[in-house]
């Protein structure tokens, strides 16, 4: 499970206690509210289905595989299905490849998303064996089916802005750069990450 509203406070609260631009920023947006995945292969099945689509088209592709697929979805459904079934999903022949990528790893027991391992990085590790699964889609899911308190997505583009922002650069960080910012946030990354997409487009910060 991700982080609760509960947790994201607390370990919020326990960065500000040290560091005053965090403290001040939270005085000025509040605290962020939850964001909260189920764990397993669905949730990444529809982040590959979400991809490079609008909001819109993702919930129509997956409305159509769950009525083609049933509603859990299971790996071996999606295997069992042709090309052209898929595809009248909304299925490109990329995401096709992607989605047997991901069943074939969990149907074949080579990947067991309820026992990845607790270090973070070999846990991206893993995912990232996903085609179509990078080292963000990898972070994102382990942070917000998992929980993991200190996961720090610094390739994200609005993470790098928001702590631009928050540390008043004159432009927006690198990846490593915001990745080398963030050092002092450790272990509560994670809850800072999800604090920067809440004060990205918050006029107040």
């Keep these: 499970m991700g982080l609760t509203n509960a947790q994201l406070r607390d370990h919020l609260d326990a960065v500000a206690a040290h560091d005053p631009v ?18 397993g292969y669905r949730t990444l099945l529809r982040t590959i289905v979400g991809q490079q689509v609008s909001v819109a088209a993702a919930a129509s592709v997956w409305a159509k595989l769950e009525a083609e697929l049933g509603e859990d979805m299971h790996a071996g459904e999606l295997l069992a299905r042709d090309f052209d079934t898929l595809r009248a999903c909304g299925l490109s022949r990329q995401k096709q490849g992607y989605a047997r990528s991901l069943c074939e790893l969990v149907a074949g ?33 382990l942070l917000f089916a998992e929980g993991r308190q200190d996961i720090w997505p610094a390739g994200d583009l609005a993470v790098q802005a928001a702590c631009g922002k928050l540390l008043e650069l004159s432009e927006r960080p690198s990846e490593k750069q915001t990745r080398a ?18 004060a990205y487009a918050n006029p107040a910060l």
């Design 22 to 39: 965090v403290a001040a920023a939270i005085q000025r947006v509040g605290y962020p509210e939850e964001r909260i995945r189920p764990t």
């Design 109 to 141: 027991g080579e990947l067991d998303l309820e026992n990845l391992p607790q270090d973070d990085e070999a846990a991206i590790a893993e995912l990232t064996r996903i085609k179509g699964i990078g080292r963000w889609s990898a972070e994102i899911y």
């Design 181 to 198: 910012l963030a050092e002092g946030w450790k272990p509560y990354r994670g809850a800072m990450a999800i604090f920067t997409w809440h």
